[in-house]
């Protein structure tokens, strides 16, 4: 598509929730739910499927008439449309600007296409080698390391680092991120939480996947929780974070670390309906020099993995 064809239309869908009613919005995603059940019901089974196993945007039971998703969807598109159009003129390439464009369009329309356009095929997650130069002397920090893939992408995108940081907070899946990492020397492992304050805090009960697990204030498994500004004193060049909707809160807990070393930054932004406007804000009034882009990880019938590059 081109860049001024990628402009014009998402123009038109920010006018569209500028100024449509928020029952028209919804009203127009239920029907377009219904055009999908119609033309399509496998995919229609499967977007069902998907939203219902990872729920973090809000319901969705048509059968029961259970629209929350789409309430909360058409709500932050109607009440943050300025924060949108901010972002899109924040975005540093095309590249950026299509993967919002489809993002949106997915949310308004629930159009597999939108997704497909917008895939990242050339790199590996958090790592692309047109945005970030990595070198030898790399202190990376991978909040929500889980079993050690983001750390072995690393490691095949780029030669050498000084130092990495792993925080993981589930027990079993924390035994298996030292393992996996076992043979890699300047690794330390922390099972500890991010957030913007020291303490405890426990992990969620019951996830349907143990990459879901996130912090709360109850449960039956207890964590400590660390600002990485009090946890990590050494200057930090890399931050990645995947931490299931704690993205906001750790990185509050890092506001020394970007004001003074401007790390690069990969974040994960979809973990609910805000974090895609409201991150790059929040580091953008840490340090407005950064740099934005925006990057698609996932798959065809639901937007998720799309993640904020930050230089």
């Known amino acids: ?3 001024m064809v990628v402009d014009k239309t998402f123009l038109s869908y920010i006018d569209y929730v500028t100024n449509g009613s928020l029952d028209n919005i919804e009203n127009n995603m239920k029907r377009n739910m219904s055009i999908i059940r119609s033309n399509n019901p496998q995919y229609y089974a499967d977007i069902l499927r998907c939203y219902q196993t990872f729920y973090y945007w809000g319901k969705l039971d048509p059968e029961n008439n259970v629209y929350e998703l789409l309430e909360n969807r058409s709500r932050a598109l109607k009440e943050n449309h300025h924060d949108f159009l901010w972002l899109y003129g924040r975005l540093s390439d095309y590249r950026s600007k299509r993967t919002l464009l489809g993002i949106v369009e997915n949310w308004l329309t629930l159009s597999m296409v939108s997704l497909s356009r917008i895939i990242e095929t050339t790199f590996n997650h958090y790592f692309d080698l047109d945005v970030f130069k990595c070198h ?3 202190v990376v920090v991978d909040l929500g390391a889980y079993i050690g893939t983001t750390v072995k992408d690393y490691l095949a995108s780029y030669t050498g680092y000084k ?5 993981e907070i ?3 899946t924390f035994q ?4 996996n990492l076992a043979p890699y020397p300047n690794i330390v492992f922390r099972q500890k939480g991010a957030g913007d304050v020291n303490g405890v805090m426990y992990i969620t ?4 996947d143990l990459s879901m697990h996130k912090l709360s204030d109850s449960g039956s498994v207890e964590v400590p929780v660390v600002k990485i500004d009090d946890d990590i004193l050494e200057p930090i060049t890399f931050i990645k974070m995947d931490i299931e909707g704690g993205e906001q809160q750790a990185i509050i807990g890092c506001r020394n670390h970007i004001q003074t070393s401007h790390p690069k930054l990969a974040i994960s932004v979809y973990h609910n309906n805000e974090d895609i406007w409201k991150i790059p804000r929040m580091i953008d009034e840490m340090d407005s020099s950064y740099r934005f882009y925006l990057r698609y990880n996932g798959g065809h019938y639901f937007a998720s993995e799309y993640v904020l590059l930050g230089v």
Do not use: G, N, T
């Not at 130092?163 to 925080?167: E, N, P």
């Not at 298996?176 to 393992?179: E, G, M, R, S, V």
């Not at 009960?205 to 349907?208: A, F, I, L, T, Y």
């Open 1 to 3: 598509m081109p860049d």
């Open 136 to 138: 030898a002397d790399e």
């Open 176 to 179: 298996k991120l030292q393992d």
């Open 163 to 167: 130092r990495i940081y792993c925080y």
């Open 205 to 208: 009960d019951q996830e349907p």
């Open 170 to 172: 589930v027990p079993e």
